[in-house]
């Protein structure tokens, strides 16, 4: 049966996922933030030169990226556990998904430095203000639209990094005014959760449960397939 991707219907399993498996969920959020902030304590205080600043921020960036994929991959077991049950190891990240993921994340930031950079050096006038607009619009829109979806297909289908985006790009076409209304919602959702810490708690879990479930039925739209998780619902 073919299923069109629906933003309300995707709200709705999203928080149908959160509601049934709430205690999974805030456990693994839990500690990966407390994971996250033992391991930031640590380096803080062990920063005493540039070699191990540069140290810290590569094992933050290897931490957070292990813990962000991990969470995705709970997200996906936790749709599937339907048909089949789970253990804690089919929730680790695999060092292909990692690398990809970080090769991706690297090279995009680093291209967005390079050429901000490059603009910041040229003669100040109207065409620097522009090119610094589209450069930085650019890139906050790859990152925030397409990025997660590229993460998916890293942990889903364990795509390269080229390959994600490409995968992404042709995921999203046939309903980029659905998704942009989601993304919407989503920055929405943000902006209002970070107005406290409890927010930003329960809406950092919330929205990549989102992005998952829409990548997930995403897919489903392309394919004949019935989606027994929607029409429970």
């Known amino acids: 049966m073919y299923h069109p991707f629906s933003v309300a219907d995707t709200l709705k399993t999203s928080w149908y996922l959160l509601r049934k498996n709430f205690s999974v969920i805030a456990i693994y959020s839990l500690l990966s ?21 540069t140290i810290g921020v590569i094992v933050m960036l290897v931490s957070v990226s292990f813990v962000f994929l991990g969470f995705i991959k709970l997200v996906f077991q936790l749709i599937d556990r339907e048909y089949y049950d789970f253990e804690f190891g089919d929730i680790i990240p695999k060092v292909k998904m990692l690398f990809s993921y970080l090769l991706l994340l690297i090279i995009v930031s ?8 490059s603009i910041n050096s040229l003669d100040k ?14 890139f906050q829109f790859f990152f925030l639209f397409y990025f997660p979806i590229s993460a ?15 995968q992404s790009y042709k995921l999203i076409k046939g309903n980029f005014l659905k998704y942009v ?22 809406v950092i879990p919330f929205v990549n449960i989102i992005l998952v479930v829409a990548y997930r039925k995403l897919i489903y739209s392309h394919q004949d397939v019935d989606e027994d998780l929607a029409e429970t619902k």
């Open 33 to 53: 933030f407390m994971l996250i902030g033992l391991i930031s304590a640590v380096f803080l205080f062990l920063l005493t030169d540039n070699l191990s600043e």
């Open 110 to 117: 680093t291209l967005s430095v390079f050429l901000t950079r």
């Open 125 to 138: 006038g109207y065409t620097q203000n522009i090119l610094g607009i589209l450069v930085w619009a650019f």
């Open 152 to 166: 998916c297909f890293i942990v889903d289908d364990a795509s390269g990094p080229f390959e994600s985006i490409l």
């Open 181 to 202: 209304l989601l993304f919407l919602i989503i920055e929405s959702m943000v902006f209002v959760g970070s107005i406290t810490l409890v927010g930003i708690l329960f």
